[in-house]
């Protein structure tokens, strides 16, 4: 596969057709379930829970780059994926959690949360789409429930 | 590849033997050579440069998770990290900067920087130890002084 052509690339770049900004306040998209709105970060479960617990935190606004931020939202995103971590943490009891900021198919800053545990291999590059792994929409509202009252946030 | 045994896996989580407190101020230890101490974050370039620019910023204290740090040392540590990701921009002028934790092999909080371009494949799980690229010693220190010079710190 091949990386978007630059013309298009810079677009995204600026926002223009970017498919984060319309689709992350919607309650379920394509690829996930909206968890909860926080300061800086909207989070999200992914549809794919081939790695349990696969959330995705995805900045309220377009930027590409974390050095594009204000020292405040900079703090404050990353405080909303700490906060998400720890509840991922708590559910899961993971050996370790990965925060992966990506971007290679839409440059909107978003961070990968994942959990690992005993039995995965350490040495295996991460792939969270290795392959699908699709749930039953009761137990996707179960996580969601669970992750929600986590984070203190309502339905 | 099978994670360290629980107890093995314990022990470091803790700090004890963590080979990350050990060798991250050392000019060159074997993974890496030192770019630059910042306020939370120890800067390292790879001496893999497979992918051209794999920088490491290693936080100063033993912390396994995000959400262990301080508020401070939280909001500081992006700092260091995003100033860092500005440089590797400048001198790749890449498509996309990756800002990954994982800590699969050592749980001592610490973020991978990696720069991408149109010529990579986009859908490919990221693997910066793919191949070993091993660079001439002048390469090195070119690249760690440029660093530098764009980081305003001293040798």
């Not at 994926?81 to 978003?110: E, M």
Request: aromatic share 10%.
């Amino acid at each position: 596969m091949k990386w978007k052509p630059p013309r298009e690339w810079e677009q995204l770049r600026q926002g223009i057709g970017c498919p984060i900004c319309e689709d992350m306040r919607l309650e379920e998209n394509r690829f996930s379930f909206k968890v909860a709105e926080l300061r800086q970060g909207i989070v999200r479960l992914a549809k794919n829970q081939y790695m349990r617990g696969y959330t995705v935190v995805m900045l309220r606004r377009h930027v590409n780059e974390l050095f594009e931020l204000s020292a405040q939202e900079l703090a404050e995103f990353w405080q909303d994926v700490a906060r998400v971590a720890r509840v991922l943490y708590d559910l899961y009891q993971p050996t370790k959690v990965n925060y992966l900021v990506f971007g290679h198919h839409c440059p909107h800053l978003h961070c990968h949360l994942l959990v690992h545990s005993y039995e995965d291999d350490p040495s295996t590059p991460v792939d969270m789409n290795a392959e699908t792994v699709l749930l039953a929409p009761e137990q996707y509202r179960d996580i969601v429930a669970g992750m929600r009252r986590r984070l203190q946030v309502s339905d």
